[in-house]
């Protein structure tokens, strides 16, 4: 069936550096996608969103990117803060607008 | 922070119990969401309403019964549930529901449930 996966299920950073977390998709026919951060005891927050238009798409010290042809998609955090430790998950935003969620991957940020 | 509100926070109850989780936002968004996530895992979907209306059952157990007074506010009832209905309960809202329009979904911080 279709799905959203993960490939890091942990990733370990250095504060001040950079982050990377990917996410694989299925689904040729998504149009958009969605980043989120779940803090420990909170619901997911958005962070970022692209649509299957763009390849690129930058925030306040996240860019995400899309690449299609290999259905690839990877959230970048630009120097990485205590404050980022979370899960993030990317979701997949189908035609009825039902998110299908990866699997997580949970950044530690050490000091 | 969130502008979706969910209460309560904690809940434990037997599997004789009645219980409500409730969920309230005031975007003015017209659909709303409740999604079950266990440890470790992401949310899976359980109920989508869209204009007051259930749109959406991802074939949830009867012991779990969503209910939407208004535009506002979002029920889930819980009854007879069994130990393995242990998980964090989250509700979400979006401006609408369906389609192919952006549509960012606001989660709530969710209800920590314990059947014992």
């Known amino acids: 069936g279709e799905s959203v996966g993960l490939h890091l299920p942990t990733l370990s950073v250095q504060e001040g550096d950079n982050s990377i977390i990917n996410c694989a998709y299925s689904?040729?026919?998504?149009?958009?996608f969605i980043w989120y951060k779940q803090e420990s005891g909170k619901g997911p927050q958005f962070i970022i969103d692209i649509r299957s238009n763009m390849d690129k798409r930058q925030g306040q010290r996240v860019t995400v990117l899309l690449n299609k042809t290999v259905k690839h998609l990877s959230l970048q955090i630009a120097a990485t803060q205590p404050g980022d430790s979370a899960v993030y998950f990317c979701?997949?935003?189908?035609?009825?607008?039902?998110?299908?969620f990866g699997g997580g991957t949970r950044l530690m940020v050490k000091p | 922070d969130t502008e979706v509100t969910q209460t309560p926070k904690h809940l434990v109850m037997g599997m004789t119990n009645k219980k409500s989780l409730k969920c309230e936002q005031h975007m003015g968004h017209r659909a709303m969401y409740w999604y079950k996530q266990k440890a470790k895992k992401p949310p899976e979907l359980m109920f989508v309403?869209?204009?007051?209306?259930?749109?959406i059952n991802e074939s949830v157990p009867s012991r779990f019964s969503p209910e939407c007074p208004n535009s506002s506010l979002l029920n889930l009832h819980l009854h007879a549930l069994q130990p393995e209905d242990s998980a964090l309960y989250l509700c979400a809202s979006s401006q609408e529901a369906g389609g192919l329009a952006k549509n960012i979904q606001y989660f709530g911080a969710g209800t920590r449930l314990s059947v014992l």
């Open positions: 689904n040729s026919a998504s149009d958009y």
């Open positions: 309403y869209s204009y007051e209306k259930l749109s």
């Open positions: 979701a997949e935003n189908n035609a009825g607008n039902m998110l299908t």
